[in-house]
């Protein structure tokens, strides 16, 4: 995004929203982010428009390998959707304005539904590599949080209650389509840190006491942003590294990616007929 730009935050988005909307005129139903390793579910997608973020006028532009940087918009389980290839972190050096910028040009687009997956490391003990996690419930250990600063009106108003960042209905209906399926899928609580670097054994153990079952460093910002829009959202993690007592050792991304790739089949399925129910 131009931080020299003289357009306010509102102005910018009303740009990129009016970019993208001379490009695609359909209206998408539900907005997806796809996080580290989960790119696989655009094989599912009937793609109509790919739009790479450095064409799209104030888009962050993804910095992280794993993130290819598209906007897709097409059909999944015949509803209309936008998909991000990629997702934006605050340890990239982007303000949280910055990271959650594409929700609200999503929401603008006209989604009624924001999806959201990521790869997490797992705090639960009885968690294991390749499993799924439904997120319930998170904490925010950011230190900066997105709707700081002026309140965008026209979006939301100033205090969004957080009671509910998930739709427990969206969460039940996942489970169900896990059980049906024989996937190993559980609930619980993620915790986001500002990263880049991996946690100490001392910090893993004060995340679980605190009552987190999966890490990341992602997700919540995004969130935030939608229920201050009051979007309802889903959300998924893949466990792609253990963080409990005994389980800590060093990792590197091929790893991280070998057990996104191990989960993503079911993340996928998940997603479609989620998509598909609404």
Do not use: W
């Not at 006028?57 to 897709?72: A, M």
């Not at 026209?154 to 427990?168: H, K, Q």
């Not at 996942?174 to 996937?183: C, E, F, Q, R, W």
């Amino acid at each position: 995004m131009n931080s020299a730009s003289t357009l306010s935050y509102s102005e910018q988005i009303d740009f990129a929203f009016d970019y993208i909307k001379k490009l695609f005129l359909k209206t998408p139903q539900v907005g997806i982010i796809l996080g580290t390793g989960l790119g696989q579910l655009i094989q599912n997608i009937e793609i109509e428009l790919e739009v790479s973020y450095d064409t799209i006028p104030f888009f962050p532009v993804s910095t992280v390998e794993s993130h290819k940087g598209k906007l897709i918009f097409g059909k999944l389980s015949g509803k209309s959707v936008v998909a991000m290839q990629g997702r934006f972190h605050y340890y990239e050096g982007y303000s949280m304005k910055e990271v959650t910028f594409p929700v609200r040009v999503m929401k603008k687009l006209g989604i009624g539904h924001l999806f959201v997956s990521n790869a997490a490391g797992g705090l639960n003990p009885d968690y294991n590599i390749g499993e799924l996690m439904i997120i319930n419930d998170h904490i925010d250990l950011f230190p900066e949080n997105p709707l700081r600063g002026k309140n965008l009106d026209t979006f939301g108003v100033r205090f969004p209650d957080m009671s509910e960042p998930y739709d427990l209905s969206l969460v039940k209906k996942g489970l169900d389509i896990a059980v049906d399926n024989g996937l190993i899928v559980h609930q619980g609580v993620y915790a986001a840190v500002q990263g880049p670097n991996l946690e100490t054994k001392a910090e893993y153990k004060y995340l679980r006491t605190i009552g987190g079952d999966a890490i990341g460093m992602s997700t919540i910002p995004e969130v935030i942003v939608a229920r201050h829009m009051e979007l309802p959202v889903f959300a998924i993690s893949a466990i792609t590294d253990l963080c409990s007592p005994g389980k800590v050792r060093k990792i590197s991304l091929a790893e991280v990616l070998a057990g996104a790739a191990k989960a993503e089949p079911g993340m996928s399925l998940i997603i479609r007929e989620l998509v598909k129910s609404l």
